[in-house]
């Protein structure tokens, strides 16, 4: 594997962002430049932590053919205790779903490339009572 691509699942697993030590803007997905401040940007990694809350949710009825996945899905906006707002699956029935319910970070298959043999791992979101 090449050391990139591990990279970019260390990223996707561990939902750490970037921090623009100039301005204090936190990004994700991780950027190597704060747009705002462009050549004064000095970035460092954050941790963005697992757990959030959910502010708004859509139900998903399509999905392509290659992600495999269960349809309908839930696609929900979450705030992270760390103030930063993601965009993740949430696993869950659409009848659990609750806007300010708690939720954490888990690492999951979405779907494989069945000729290629290539499978997509990325972040998904499940609830959580606490
Ligand atoms: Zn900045």
């Not at 921090?19 to 462009?38: A, F, L, S, V």
């Not at 954050?46 to 999905?63: C, N, Q």
């Not at 965009?87 to 690492?107: D, H, N, W, Y």
Request: net charge positive; glycine share 8%; hydrophobic share 30%.
């Amino acid at each position: 594997m090449i050391p990139s691509f591990w990279r970019k699942i260390r990223y996707r697993y561990n939902l750490t962002g970037t921090k623009c030590e100039n301005c204090g803007r936190i990004y994700h997905p991780p950027r190597n430049i704060c747009p705002e401040c462009r050549r004064k940007s000095s970035i460092t990694e954050v941790d963005l932590g697992d757990r959030g809350e959910l502010l708004t949710y859509s139900i998903v009825h399509d999905a392509p053919e290659s992600f495999k996945l269960q349809r309908p899905y839930v696609i929900g906006l979450i705030k992270l205790e760390s103030g930063v707002v993601v965009t993740s699956q949430i696993s869950c029935k659409p009848s659990e779903l609750r806007i300010g319910m708690k939720v954490k970070a888990v690492f999951r298959k979405y779907g494989e490339d069945g000729e290629d043999g290539i499978i997509y791992y990325g972040t998904k979101f499940v609830p959580c009572e606490e």
